[in-house]
């Protein structure tokens, strides 16, 4: 009986210690630029090809996409917004994100591949990254 006793305890201890040490490792740091695009959903403010605003020709049901939500500094979602262009398509995809060349370039994985982008310019309220000859301007 003492046995059990005492290894009960040794046993609660154990648990209770791991529990602490969990506890204390602090979380990281989000730089400025992961805090201003984490929580927000960004939507198509507009978006330039080859010089020329593609915008008003942009369907509906691209428009009202939240092309990025960052959940935090590794992972988010795209959603197809209130309407689909493909009612096949999910409503909802899970993506990886992260910062890259000193916070300059963005790379995001999604189940159909790897997307690298410049970010031409962050602020509280937009996103303006940049491909190729591309411009795309995200909201929020």
């Not at 984490?38 to 330039?48: A, F, R």
């Not at 909802?92 to 591949?113: C, F, K, V, Y």
Request: aromatic residues 6%.
């Amino acid at each position: 009986m003492k046995k059990t006793i005492l290894i009960t305890a040794i046993i609660s201890l154990a648990v209770v210690s791991c529990k602490d040490k969990e506890k204390e490792q602090p979380k990281p740091s989000l730089s400025a630029r992961q805090t201003m695009l984490i929580g927000k959903d960004w939507k198509i403010k507009s978006v330039v090809s080859e010089g020329s605003d593609i915008t008003p020709i942009l369907p509906g049901c691209v428009k009202d996409n939240i092309i990025y939500h960052f959940n935090d500094a590794t992972s988010g979602y795209y959603d197809e917004g209130a309407t689909k262009c493909e009612t096949t398509d999910p409503q909802r995809t899970n993506i990886s994100w992260a910062l890259i060349n000193n916070e300059t370039r963005i790379i995001t994985s999604d189940p159909d591949g790897k997307d690298t982008f410049n970010i031409l310019n962050l602020t509280a309220t937009e996103f303006k990254l940049g491909i190729d000859k591309d411009v795309i301007t995200l909201k929020n």
